[in-house]
Structures are given as C-alpha cells and as structure tokens.
C-alpha cells in the first residue's frame, strides 16, 4: 500500500491552501476543489453546504493561528483533503464532520466578545437548519464524540469515541485524518539536512561500517522552535495509543480507515526518524555512542519490550511510556516533556524504539502494544 501523501506533497497542499486562503474575498470554491481533488464536483445542494462551513470556518478562525504559527483553520481543512484522497466516494456528512471536528475545542464562546459570538453561534445554526434533521442529528453527535472534554486521559478520551465507532465507524477514519494532520504537521516549523538523509543507510553505516564518521550537516543546527523533539516524541506516542487502541478494540476498518492507518504509521515512522537523525548530528555524535544505542534498542525489541507496556526494570525504556507520557496536568506535562528534552541520549533511544512501534504496525496486521486501553497505560506480566 503506498501512503497517502508524503512530507512534500503535504508542504504544496498547505501553499495550495494557503494562496487561496490569503485571497481577497476567499476563493472557497477553490479551497473546496483541492479538498476533492480527483473526485467530481459535488451536487448543488451538497456543494452550498461544504461552502458555508467553508465560510463559517473563515469567519470563526479569522486570523487565529496554531501553536506553530499557521493559519489554525489550516486543520479542518487539510484533515478533509486527506479523508477525500483516502475514500473513493467521500459523502457530504464525513466532509462537514472532518471540516467541523475541532468546532466544540477550538471555537468556543469564551474566545470571542459577546457580539462576535451571538453572529457565529447564529451563523452556526443557519447552517445547520440548511440539512435535514437526521443528517443534522449525526453531525452534532459526531462533533460531540471527537471533542476531547478538558482534564480527561487521552486514553478515556479515545476509549469513549471508539466505544462509539463500533456504532458510527466514521468516528475512526475521522480521527485517523486528523492524527495524520497533526502528525504532518509537525515538520511545519523544521527543515534540516535530515528530510534529505535515508535513515536507514544511516542505521547500516553506524552498525556494520567501521569506517563511518558519522553524521556531519553543511548547516548549523536549527533554532529550537515552539515544539522541540521531546513534544515531537509525545505527539508519536499519542499515535502509539491510538493505533493500539484501534487494534485492540479490533474494529472493523473500512478501506478508506486501512488506507488512513497505513498512512498515519508511515508518517510515524518518518518522523521518529527524523528525530533520531536530528539527534545524531547535533547531540549524539560518535557513532560508538549511537551504535551502543542502536543495539540497546535492538535487544530491547527482541526481548519483547517494544510489545508491551512494562514496569520500571533494568532497562532505562521500562516504565518508559508511564514515566515520561502520562501526566495529571498540564503542569506535570510542561515539567516532564522539559526534563525528558534535557536528556537527548534518552530521546534518540526513545526514537529508535518508536520507529520500531511503527514498524511493527506496518508489518503486522495484529501488532498492538499490550497494556493501552481505555483503562489506561498499564504494565503487562511479561511471562503472558
């Protein structure tokens, strides 16, 4: 299966957006023709819905941007682009759900003056007399089940949802968009040497050539941006659980789901690779340290650590999910993912055994980590 978009084509579909996005009055109606790309223009009576949430979109975000610094109405959209390349006949309702998913989460009425507020929440409704009731009713439920309610695990969040998805599986493959979105667009901020080194000659030549020198960039080492390779590691195992979780609930994915999940654990892969090779260049650089890393998490695979979640134990990656992911608040977050940033042999480690998680979900359609559930990160009795 090839994945669905690749790091580049991924950068042009945001110029694509973005030149439509900056144009004066919106040109929706192109914005609307990238999110389907191939597919034929939609009906009347379904192309005057995608355009007023298209609208309403660009009225409710206005200029708000993303934690990385685009354009935060840059989500929904793209996130609907990667469902219309993954399903052969996407339907107006999955469209208006993906376009509309963060509405509960990000366009609150405590963001905006009370005016502001009165005109997009009456904007809103307006949109939603245009559809007819049942249709409605599955909108509103499906917005309701994505939104994750504050202080809630991302784990309850995502055992709550897929409950539901056995019921609505659309629940799923929206879900899949939106993590491979998030996952993408986690480059937004970082171009470096390593988008254009193949990781795993790189693997090879630290393990099997005596004569490698390691890794040594024509360029300095980029400034540290709002998200460093400690958030990035967070983000891939928010992707982990997620995955494990669609695998363990076993599910029935549809083709379009299969194609979503296939893309979401090669983007993983990719960007776990990314950060190891970052970390090569800049932090770990003898290639004895990296190849002493390397085999460290080639035994730790082969001894089933990258099967489950353990206790703390011998191995610095026991307990490590726990340790260093799973927090009370976002204050613990902040301390913890700071603490992690600090130790960078520990961070290429953890890069080299999630590229390794990866791995196994693109290699077996059965792998899940033993231990995720809606109950929580859970060490397993390694003798099961």
């Not at 900056?22 to 914005?31: K, S």
């Not at 949802?161 to 929206?174: F, N, W």
């Not at 795993?200 to 998200?227: C, M, T, W």
Request: charge should be neutral; proline fraction near 5%.
């Amino acid at each position: 299966m090839k994945p669905l978009i690749d790091t580049q084509e991924f950068f042009s579909l945001s110029s694509f957006l973005n030149y439509q996005l900056a144009g004066e009055p919106t040109n929706w109606r192109g914005i609307l023709k990238i999110i389907r790309g191939t597919h034929p223009e939609p009906d009347p009576v379904s192309e005057d819905f995608l355009m007023e949430a298209l609208s309403f979109l660009g009225e409710a975000y206005g200029n708000q941007k993303r934690w990385l610094g685009p354009l935060a109405i840059l989500h929904p959209i793209r996130a609907s682009a990667l469902l219309a390349r993954a399903d052969e006949n996407p339907s107006t309702l999955n469209l208006l759900t993906v376009l509309l998913h963060d509405k509960e989460e990000d366009l609150t009425q405590d963001r905006y003056n009370p005016e502001t507020w009165r005109k997009l929440d009456a904007r809103y409704h307006q949109l939603l007399d245009k559809i007819d009731s049942k249709a409605n009713w599955f909108l509103n439920e499906r917005i309701a089940y994505l939104a994750k309610p504050k202080g809630q695990k991302y784990y309850e969040y995502l055992g709550r949802l897929l409950r539901q998805a056995r019921v609505t599986p659309e629940l799923a493959v929206i879900k899949l968009a939106d993590r491979l979105d998030n996952t993408l667009d986690l480059r937004i901020d970082l171009q470096d040497f390593s988008e254009r080194t193949p990781a795993f000659q790189v693997i090879f030549d630290i393990l099997f050539v005596n004569s490698y020198q390691g890794l040594h960039p024509n360029e300095p080492r980029p400034a540290v941006g709002k998200i460093n390779s400690a958030m990035r590691l967070f983000q891939l195992y928010k992707n982990v659980v997620f995955l494990s979780m669609l695998r363990s609930e076993k599910l029935p994915l549809s083709k379009t789901a299969q194609k979503l999940f296939y893309s979401l654990a090669v983007a993983s892969v990719r960007e776990s690779q990314l950060i190891m090779l970052h970390i090569f260049a800049y932090h770990v650089k003898s290639p004895a340290e990296q190849r002493a890393l390397l085999l460290e998490a080639m035994e730790y695979s082969q001894n089933g650590g990258c099967d489950m979640i353990r206790e703390d134990g011998p191995s610095i990656l026991d307990g490590f999910f726990r340790r260093h992911f799973v927090y009370d608040n976002k204050e613990m977050k902040k301390k913890g993912l700071d603490d992690l940033y600090q130790n960078k042999r520990l961070m290429a480690l953890a890069a080299v055994t999630l590229l390794i998680v990866f791995a196994n979900f693109l290699n077996s359609e059965e792998f899940t980590v033993k231990g995720i559930s809606a109950a929580g990160i859970i060490p397993q009795d390694r003798t099961v």
